[in-house]
């Protein structure tokens, strides 16, 4: 069918209009892409503090401090991935230690200061004490051995990662509105912290010579009686069978051979 005289150029038309509001789309898929990538490393970073507390918990050590935690997150999570980790060292403002990613269009840094724009934070009330992590939960209520293993029973304890980003250049169309948006991503973890670990084989050992905990102990004294039966019950033709070591958990233990031990 033929095309009338005011047809002409339609189909164009239409395309370059169609492409005019797609091109703001295309312009911000990059930064869109940026903002998720830091999204991932604030709850990398939250996962970090929150698990932290897991080995410093006041059991078997102390909670780090805030501005340990905070620089140890800022240099291994907000850092340029090729920069060093030093005992002591910080993330710095400078192009070495950041990011290229998480660069605006302008060149200039998503993360202007890298000191105050990374913040850890405690507890569901985001406190800045390390100690004001904890929050109720029912974890020793349940269980009535968290005593005998003792397990402090504190509760949940939350770490979490504010990571606040600059705006997009101002003045440029296809950037609003990220150009005043004032960008924070927070993210939190909770772990239930106050598990029983053994710090070496003395330690576990000494909680299984508790009858409470290792009821098997209490079946340790009739097992002289229990061999005498098991012997007379596998005499031939029926085979040997060793007694049970009723009470005995020696067998389980993994010895290590002296030649295979770091001095």
């Not at 060149?107 to 100690?131: E, H, I, Q």
């Not at 904890?134 to 005593?147: K, Y």
């Not at 296809?174 to 330690?203: C, H, K, N």
Request: aromatic share 8%.
């Amino acid at each position: 069918m033929p095309l009338r005289s005011g047809q002409k150029g339609q189909a164009l038309t239409e395309f370059l209009l169609s492409a005019a509001g797609l091109l703001s789309l295309f312009s911000l898929l990059p930064m869109i892409g940026k903002y998720q990538d830091i999204r991932h490393a604030v709850q990398m970073a939250s996962r970090y503090v929150a698990f932290d507390a897991t080995t410093h918990n006041g059991s078997v050590g102390q909670l780090k401090a805030a501005g340990q935690l905070q620089m140890e997150v800022a240099r291994r999570y907000f850092s340029n991935a090729d920069a060093p980790i030093k005992t002591g060292d910080k993330a710095g403002d400078f192009a070495a230690n950041r990011k290229a990613l998480w660069n605006g269009p302008d060149g200039a840094s998503l993360l202007a200061k890298v000191d105050t724009d990374v913040k850890v934070r405690f507890g569901p009330n985001d406190a800045p004490d390390p100690l004001q992590g904890f929050s109720d939960a029912s974890d020793g209520g349940a269980f009535l051995l968290h005593q005998r293993l003792s397990l402090k029973a504190r509760g949940l304890y939350t770490g979490g990662v504010s990571v606040s980003l600059a705006n997009l250049p101002a003045g440029i169309e296809i950037y609003e509105p990220f150009d005043q948006l004032d960008l924070q991503m927070t993210r939190r973890t909770a772990v239930l912290i106050d598990q029983w670990a053994g710090d070496g084989p003395g330690s576990v050992q000494s909680h299984l010579d508790d009858p409470i905990v290792n009821a098997g102990l209490l079946l340790k004294p009739i097992r002289p009686v229990v061999a005498v039966a098991v012997k007379a019950a596998e005499l031939p033709p029926w085979g040997k069978v060793p007694p049970p070591k009723l009470g005995e958990l020696d067998f389980w233990q993994d010895t290590v051979p002296h030649d295979r031990l770091t001095p």
